[in-house]
């Protein structure tokens, strides 16, 4: 079983940053293809971004390079660094861990963490 939680949410002002954090329990947390989603009020859950073991990261179109995805294997944390931040990225940021055995995908969420751009 993944436990993923996540810190660093908040309220900012438009044209702000904030870096968004994920703590996992995972033991082989180096192995998990990590990512961060984001759902705002009545909407889907979508994708922002995403980091495989090897490090290569993926991202929305929507994020248009504001974003960065990064991990740190050692601390069994991955990262969220979210720059300019405008009022139509308010929402509830999750992490999610992948992880495939065989056939079968292994799919963990955290509770996710509010995130709030406004003046």
């Known amino acids: 079983q993944v436990q993923l939680v996540e810190s660093g949410g908040g309220l900012v002002q438009p044209g702000g940053s904030l870096r968004l954090s994920c703590a996992a329990s995972?033991?082989?947390?180096?192995?998990?293809?990590m990512g961060w989603y984001r759902q705002a009020p009545g909407k889907q859950r979508d994708l922002v971004a995403t980091?495989?073991?090897?490090?290569?990261?993926n991202y929305a179109d929507s994020m248009n390079g504001r974003v960065t995805i990064s991990r740190d294997n050692a601390k069994n944390t991955l990262y969220l660094q979210m720059n300019n931040l405008q009022p139509e990225d308010t929402a509830v940021y999750y992490c999610?861990?992948?992880?495939?055995?065989?056939?079968?995908?292994?799919?963990?969420w955290g509770q996710g963490t509010q995130v709030t751009v406004s003046s």
């Open positions: 999610h861990a992948l992880s495939i055995a065989g056939s079968i995908r292994y799919n963990y």
């Open positions: 995972a033991r082989l947390f180096s192995s998990y293809t």
């Open positions: 980091i495989t073991s090897g490090g290569s990261t």
